[in-house]
């Protein structure tokens, strides 16, 4: 197996519905993290010093728990435009596939579709911004 803790979801089906919906979360985690990190650092608020803050508040989520992995984090998915497009690639058709589940149960997202919009327009800016989210 690849994890230690095994969950039961429901029935056959249930546990791509799960993950489908976690890769949603943590994509758009990703991307809004990446926009707060930038707007501390436009606003002369060192992110690292909030870290900590968040990781105990509302704004928590998996980049928020190590500063320095979080910065490690954001270089690896942007240390060459290859890296950056494969990257791009792979979240966007996770959350294409989000949205073709909505679609399926007759449940429009047009918040995650507009995200969806934006990651799959990502372009240098964005690899640009996510690599100076990285190391210090």
Same mark, same amino acid.
């Given at each position: ?26 994509? +758009?985690? =990703? $991307?809004? +993290?990446?926009? @707060?990190?930038?707007?501390? @650092? ?7 010093? =909030? ?18 992995? +979080? #910065? ?6 942007? #240390? +060459? ?5 494969? $990257? ?26 507009? =995200?969806?919009?934006?990651?799959? @327009?990502?372009?240098? #800016? ?11």
């Amino acid at each position: 197996s690849m994890g230690e803790s095994i969950f039961r979801c429901g029935g056959l089906g249930s546990a791509e519905v799960v993950k489908v919906i976690n890769n949603m979360i943590g994509i +758009t985690s =990703i $991307y809004i +993290t990446s926009e @707060a990190m930038q707007l501390a @650092a436009k606003s002369g608020v060192d992110f690292d010093r =909030i870290l900590p803050i968040l990781d105990v508040s509302s704004g928590r989520n998996f980049l928020t728990q190590d500063p320095s992995e +979080t #910065r490690h984090q954001f270089k690896s998915w942007a #240390r +060459t435009p290859e890296a950056f497009d494969a $990257y791009v690639k792979i979240v966007s058709k996770d959350l294409h596939l989000a949205l073709s589940l909505g679609e399926s149960v007759g449940f429009d997202m047009p918040l995650l579709a507009k =995200i969806s919009e934006s990651v799959d @327009a990502s372009d240098k #800016r964005i690899m640009k911004q996510f690599l100076s989210n990285g190391p210090k």
